[in-house]
């Protein structure tokens, strides 16, 4: 199973790059992330052609939004769990500052939020991360995960 994030902006700040490479680095082979950059345009309809071009085929695309749905870490480890008994690739969409067309949202398998709060693109990308690394680790029976 391949997980993907395709995020809008590039260059990002150190401690973005350092935050996810550490995460990243912590997954095993089998259940890898690979962050996908594109550079941000002047409108989300410009964002969202270079968006649908780095989706990986066959991959199930969940859209971040503050509109989605509210998921908890536990149940992101049952989806990971599923996905990879399933065997499907998943790529979530983190959109620019004006946030994601709405034909990608449209075209989602679904939406989610991170938080009720509106997060920087940046911000969003390492609590992502964080979070898949965290599913992993409860399906692990890793203490890093507490209740």
Same mark, same amino acid.
């Given at each position: %199973?391949?997980?993907?994030?395709?995020?809008? &902006? +590039?260059?990002?700040?150190?401690?973005? =790059?350092?935050?996810? +490479?550490?995460? #990243?680095?912590? %997954?095993? =082979? $089998?259940?890898?992330? @690979?962050?996908? @950059?594109? *550079?941000?345009?002047?409108?989300?309809? *410009?964002?969202?052609?270079? #968006?649908?071009?780095? #989706?990986?085929? &066959?991959?199930?695309?969940?859209?971040? $939004?503050?509109?989605?749905?509210?998921?908890?870490?536990? /149940?992101?480890?049952?989806?990971?769990?599923?996905?990879?008994? @399933?065997? !499907? $690739?998943?790529? !979530?969409?983190?959109? &620019?500052? $004006?946030?994601?067309?709405?034909?990608?949202?449209?075209?989602?398998?679904? %939406?989610?939020?991170?938080?009720?709060?509106?997060?920087? /693109?940046? %911000?969003?990308?390492?609590?992502?991360?964080?979070?898949?690394?965290? =599913?992993?680790? #409860?399906?692990?029976? +890793?203490?890093? +995960?507490?209740?």
């Amino acid at each position: %199973m391949r997980l993907t994030i395709v995020s809008v &902006g +590039h260059k990002m700040p150190d401690w973005v =790059a350092t935050a996810t +490479h550490d995460y #990243i680095k912590r %997954m095993p =082979a $089998d259940c890898s992330i @690979e962050i996908k @950059e594109i *550079k941000p345009d002047l409108t989300p309809a *410009k964002e969202a052609v270079k #968006i649908a071009a780095a #989706i990986p085929k &066959g991959s199930r695309v969940i859209a971040l $939004d503050e509109r989605g749905k509210d998921q908890t870490t536990q /149940h992101l480890a049952t989806q990971l769990a599923g996905w990879r008994q @399933e065997g !499907f $690739d998943i790529t !979530f969409l983190i959109g &620019g500052a $004006d946030g994601l067309d709405p034909s990608l949202k449209t075209n989602a398998q679904a %939406m989610w939020r991170l938080s009720s709060l509106t997060l920087p /693109h940046a %911000m969003a990308r390492v609590l992502l991360v964080e979070q898949l690394y965290r =599913a992993w680790t #409860i399906l692990q029976g +890793h203490p890093y +995960h507490r209740e």
